[in-house]
C-alpha cells in the first residue's frame, strides 16, 4: 500500500480558489489511480475527480465539472486537485485516495483529509 498526506485545505470565500495537493510515499506512485474524495456532514463521501495512471484519462462529478481540475505529477509521487470558483456546497473534507486496477476504492490507501471550508 501507499501512504498519502493530503496539503492546501482552508477557508475561502466563495468564487475563490484553493489547491489540494497529495503526497504519496512507500510504493510506485506511478501505478496507482489516484481520487480526490469529499465528506461533507450528514453526506456519503463521494468521489469527486479521478486520473489514471498517466494521467490521459480524468473524471469527475458533475457538480465540479468546469472548476475542478485534478492532476498528478509522476516524477514528485503528487497528485493534485485545483478548485475554481468554489461554492458553499463544496464545504467538506476532501480525502485523497489511490487503488490499483483491479481494487476497488474501498480496498484502496487512503490519506486523513483535509477540511475545506467556503464562506458565502
Known amino acids: 500500500h501507499v501512504q498519502l498526506v493530503e496539503f492546501g485545505g482552508g477557508l475561502v470565500q466563495a468564487g475563490g480558489s484553493l489547491r489540494l495537493s497529495c503526497a504519496a510515499s512507500?510504493?510506485?506512485?506511478?501505478?496507482?489511480?489516484m481520487g480526490w474524495f469529499r465528506q461533507a456532514p450528514g453526506k456519503e463521501r463521494e468521489l469527486v475527480a479521478a486520473?489514471?495512471?498517466?494521467?490521459?484519462?480524468?473524471q469527475y462529478v458533475d457538480s465540479v465539472k468546469g472548476r475542478f481540475t485534478i492532476s498528478r505529477d509522476n516524477a514528485k509521487n503528487t497528485v493534485y486537485l485545483q478548485m475554481n470558483s468554489l461554492k458553499p456546497e463544496d464545504t467538506a473534507v476532501y480525502y485523497c485516495a489511490a487503488r490499483d486496477v483491479i481494487s476497488a476504492w474501498s480496498r484502496g490507501s487512503w490519506g486523513q483529509g483535509t477540511q475545506v471550508t467556503v464562506s458565502s
Open positions: 486520473i489514471r495512471w498517466n494521467g490521459a484519462n480524468t
Open positions: 512507500g510504493s510506485t506512485f506511478s501505478m496507482y489511480e
